[in-house]
């Protein structure tokens, strides 16, 4: 079985490929670099053994998109993470995550749809659902308008999956909306790699905890939750990487209940951002250097899933703890900063 991973050299991409091969799946990786390294296939290869093909096409390039379908017949599924992820960037350059995260499914589902039949994986997020109305949040809850351009690719693009699924019975397709990926591969071989300041709270604890930044800001201690700081969600990325598979597998069998479906991917357990701390200064035996700032514009209160869906149709559960994720956070921090 022939696998397409778009983004495979990224955090979540290349943590898939390991799973992938380790199921003796056949991946072709497309990546244009633009947020991950080549190197990336070398913690590949020292976990599994085998070398994915690589090929560096920027999937904003139409022509290149056909031609990599027309060499590589044997395709049958793919999942698609390539696309832009700041959420601020996003509000400063819309038209960029428009086409970036936009354009490029539209030309990946265009040469799906010419095939007799095609498994389509897409990565949605829980930023569709917004501040949801009811913890934990399950799949049928409404989705909310999105706050920033990138949320609104997220919520698009599965509209874009779910029109196209409604008229190409042949191609099928799964949406799964990421809660908080965080963490590294337990060998340390692969990991999240932010350019730049990270937009996300976990690579910004470890980068302080090796000094790499003075202080990490809190915003916020006043939200209506135990100890008045953010809850999220937080999954071990080998566990949502696990997840992909199984997605795969499912459209691969025909044990998918419609050509179109969603699920949440997430612990099912809320974290507050102070309890995420001390989970760092647990595993890592530091004091992190933190202060409580004002509230940050644009945060939500609140974000667990409900995972029963996930639990009883795909047969995946999450199962790392916080620590653990974490623990595998900071190893890969001290290896890279080493
Ligand atoms: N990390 C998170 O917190 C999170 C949460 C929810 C959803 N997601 C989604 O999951 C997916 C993967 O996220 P990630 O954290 O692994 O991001 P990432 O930036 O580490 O990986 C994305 C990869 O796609 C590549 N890419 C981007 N544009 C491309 C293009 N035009 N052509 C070819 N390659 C391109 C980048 O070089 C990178 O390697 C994204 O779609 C993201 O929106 C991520």
Redesign the pocket.
């Known amino acids: 079985m022939k696998v397409l991973v778009?983004?495979?050299?990224?955090?979540?991409?290349s943590h898939t490929v390991v799973e992938l091969q380790n199921k003796g799946f056949e991946v072709v990786i497309?990546?244009?670099?633009?947020?991950?390294s080549e190197k990336v296939l070398d913690g590949i290869v020292a976990i599994t053994g085998k070398k994915p093909l690589f090929e560096k096409?920027?999937?904003?390039e139409k022509s290149k998109v056909e031609d990599f379908f027309k060499r590589h017949t044997d395709v049958q599924g793919v999942i698609?993470?390539?696309?832009?992820?700041a959420v601020g960037e996003s509000v400063e350059k819309p038209l960029l995550y428009y086409e970036?995260?936009i354009g490029?499914l539209v030309y990946l589902l265009k040469e799906l749809s010419k095939k007799d039949k095609a498994s389509f994986i897409f990565?949605?997020?829980?930023?569709v659902y917004g501040q949801a109305d009811k913890m934990p949040i399950t799949e049928d809850a409404p989705v909310k308008t999105a706050e920033s351009p990138?949320g609104n690719t997220?919520q698009m693009g599965e509209e874009i999956i779910s029109d196209t699924c409604k008229v190409v019975p042949s191609l099928n397709a799964i949406a799964l909306r990421?809660f908080?990926?965080m963490g590294a591969h337990p060998s340390t071989e692969i990991g999240?790699?932010p350019i730049g300041v990270p937009q996300?709270l976990v690579p910004f604890i470890t980068q302080t905890g090796m000094g790499l930044r003075d202080q990490l800001s809190v915003f916020g201690d006043d939200y209506p939750t135990s100890d008045g700081t953010c809850v999220r969600d937080y999954i071990h990325v080998v566990d949502l990487a696990k997840a992909h598979v199984l997605a795969l597998q499912r459209l691969f069998e025909a044990k998918n209940k419609a050509n179109y479906e969603v699920f949440n991917l997430g612990t099912g357990k809320g974290s507050t951002v102070l309890e995420v701390i001390k989970s760092f200064e647990k595993v890592s035996g530091k004091k992190l250097n933190y202060k409580i700032v004002p509230r940050r514009s644009g945060d939500i209160t609140e974000a667990y899933a409900n995972t029963e869906k996930a639990n009883n149709e795909l047969g995946w559960k999450a199962e790392s703890t916080l620590d653990e994720a974490m623990k595998s956070a900071w190893d890969w921090e001290q290896k890279v900063r080493a």
């Not at 778009?6 to 991409?13: A, S």
């Not at 698609?80 to 992820?85: C, V």
């Not at 990565?123 to 930023?127: K, L, P, R």
């Open positions: 778009t983004g495979g050299l990224g955090f979540i991409g497309i990546d244009d670099l633009s947020n991950s096409i920027d999937l904003k698609h993470f390539a696309a832009s992820k970036n995260n490029t990565s949605s997020s829980c930023t990138y997220k990421y908080n990926p999240e790699l996300n």
